[in-house]
């Protein structure tokens, strides 16, 4: 009867022990302190009371079983203490879960010499335990007169008890370590509900570590893939610093030719002027500085544009009237190229916006147009209303735009033409996008045309 | 017997002034507004040096250059341009002399004798 009542009891405090472990391991991720509740729940004493607990990793790679950790004493001294020190702790179970891996009891041999063991597998026999309970993955009791089985650094650890138990490590279906138990230094025989217990404990242990080893695999992913994004803004980064630098290059190739020509123009015809007394060629000298210097005063006004775009001041307006205002302004451009200029602008077709604004957009981007129609083309300006905006779309039949140069085409002093400034695309961008809250699209295909989209939002919805 | 200067240049107002300036050290100045028409010259004159803007329309300074080292080899080239930015790679053009444009007019004229070998 008495020893019914003690069987009860361990039986309590072994459900209470597992209970208490599943509960530990669903609250963390972090390996090593999982492999540490797993050892420490084996070797708790007055539950499974394992002298010794040690868990081994499965290597596929190099086949062998390494990165070990080890709880409990080395030989029957060693036992000794540690069981002393951790009476005099006091901690709970609970407590030496959670905080167990931040104290060392005794003098660590056991651990460190467990951490050092690598078992590589080909140089152990295929009927040796080890490989039976990892190829069936199955728990093994190894008895007393079979321990030279074991291979000499095992032997070496695990020497002083009656029985080693086996087990395999399952995560996610794959043995894939191994965990090690005895009864040194107390020699008691291992139930079988112990056993039953031992791999009730482990199959958690592997469920835990499963997802451990999971999250720690996408953690290192999102390391890799922010260490990835870090490079990316890097290469950005330095991408824009290259095409700043290239805007400069085409800057100073622009006030190269644009300011320095009429500049040594004016400089050539000073120093004549300073050489003669002829009154006519003075004269023609002053003339010709004049228009360089009005030529210079109009350059520096475009540039001007450029950098200050005045505040818009919008209005509705009829497109179709600036349409034909536009037509008319460039009839001569179009009768000397043999260009066609269509229309398809609805007469009541109107924007909110700045009219002188948008009339530059449109005159840049026909005048854009003109420069790549060969004689006998068309250039067409379409309006409509779409989803909240007011679109005017200009359209050629020209040679199109390469794939290469259409994400240039809005870089300030970029241009194709042999007589540009490149600078026409970048100010249509800023009054679009910048003083009117709209949008700019090219669609351009070699060889078959381009089409520039405006959309501006409509009244009330800008 | 006066040498010839062919001066390929685009724009008129430089045009003047730098046939005007060469013609007063004793050469014949031939002009051309871009490069086809100075080919052209080139056919038909007895020229002596061209010199030669970069940037200009229908025929640009680079293609023009190339055309006159086709035809006539030895025809001494100075390139005369706004432009600082091409010295580095002129070397391989083939063109005896780069000379950025500024003010001070006698750098053309002082390369142009040294070229003619006066």
């Known amino acids: 009867m008495v020893k019914k009542e003690i069987e009860l009891d361990d039986l309590n405090y072994q459900l209470y022990l597992l209970h208490t472990i599943c509960k530990t391991l669903q609250r963390t991720l972090d390996v090593d302190k999982i492999i540490h509740v797993i050892l420490t729940g084996l070797t708790a004493g007055g539950a499974l009371s394992f002298s010794r607990a040690a868990i081994f990793f499965f290597e596929k ?26 009476g005099k702790t006091g901690m709970s179970l609970e407590d030496l879960f959670e905080n167990g891996h931040r104290i060392q009891l005794g003098k660590q041999i056991f651990p460190q010499k467990i951490k050092k063991i690598i078992l590589k597998l080909d140089q152990i026999p295929q ?3 080890i490989n039976i309970v990892l190829k069936e993955g199955r728990v093994y009791i190894l008895k007393s007169e079979e321990k030279h089985l074991l291979p000499s650094e095992l032997l070496e650890v695990f020497q002083y008890g009656s029985e080693i138990i086996f087990a395999p490590l399952f995560i996610k279906e794959e043995v894939s370590g191994l965990v090690i138990v005895d009864n040194a230094f107390h020699y008691r025989q291992i139930e079988k509900t112990t056993i039953d217990f031992l791999s009730l404990i482990i199959i958690q242990a592997g469920l835990a570590l499963g997802n ?38 085409r800057f100073s190739t622009y006030l190269a030719h644009e300011i320095r020509n009429p500049l040594v123009t004016i400089a050539g015809f000073t120093k004549q002027i300073l050489g003669t007394n002829d009154l ?8 010709i500085i004049n228009d360089e210097v009005e030529r210079l005063e109009a350059r520096l006004k475009n ?31 179009f009768q000397t190229r043999g ?26 981007l026909i005048n854009n147009s003109l420069d790549f129609v060969e004689k006998g083309g068309w250039i067409k300006i379409k309006g409509f209303e779409e989803q909240g905006y007011c679109c005017v779309e200009v359209c050629d039949n020209g040679c199109g735009i390469s794939k290469e140069n259409l994400e240039k085409i809005f870089t300030p002093f970029f241009t194709t033409k042999s007589q540009g400034v490149g600078l026409g695309l970048s100010v249509v961008k800023i009054i679009v996008e910048k003083t009117h809250n709209g949008k700019v699209e090219v669609f351009s295909e070699l060889g078959k045309g381009t089409t520039v989209k405006i959309s501006i939002p409509k009244k009330g919805e800008e | 017997m006066k040498k010839t200067i062919l001066l390929i240049e685009d724009e008129e107002n430089q045009r003047i002034l730098y046939s005007e300036e060469l013609e007063k050290e004793g050469y014949t100045v031939f002009t051309a507004s871009d490069g086809l028409k100075g080919l052209k010259i080139i056919e038909e004159k007895q020229i002596d040096l061209v010199v030669l803007d970069i940037r200009m329309p229908e025929m640009d300074g680079l293609e023009t250059l190339s055309k006159i080292l086709g035809e006539r080899k030895n025809l001494p080239v100075i390139i005369y341009t706004a432009y600082p930015h091409y010295k580095t790679n002129f070397m391989s053009w083939g063109a ?22 006066e």
């Open chain 1, 339 to 364: 260009i066609t200029f269509e229309q398809e602008i609805p007469e009541d077709f109107k924007i909110y916006g700045d009219k002188v604004l948008l009339r530059e957009v449109f005159f840049n």
């Open chain 1, 212 to 249: 451990a080893f999971a999250y720690q695999e996408t953690k290192k992913n999102l390391e890799k893939m922010e260490e990835l994004n870090e490079t990316l803004k890097k290469i950005q980064e330095e991408m824009s610093k290259q095409e700043q630098l290239v805007a400069i290059g």
């Open chain 1, 280 to 287: 006519a060629k003075i004269y023609r000298n002053c003339t």
């Open chain 1, 61 to 86: 790679e190099e086949n062998c079983l390494k990165n070990g950790t080890g709880i409990g004493p080395y030989d029957s001294t060693e036992a000794g203490e540690i069981w002393a020190e951790l």
């Open chain 2, 96 to 117: 005896d002399i780069y000379l950025v444009k500024s003010s001070n007019i006698n750098e053309l004229k002082e390369k142009v004798k040294e070229l003619l070998g």
């Open chain 1, 127 to 129: 009927n040796n335990p």
């Open chain 1, 303 to 333: 540039l001007m544009r450029f950098s200050f775009i005045p505040k818009p001041q919008k209005e509705e307006f009829l497109v179709y009237q600036v349409a034909n205002e536009l037509k008319q302004l460039m009839e001569i451009s």
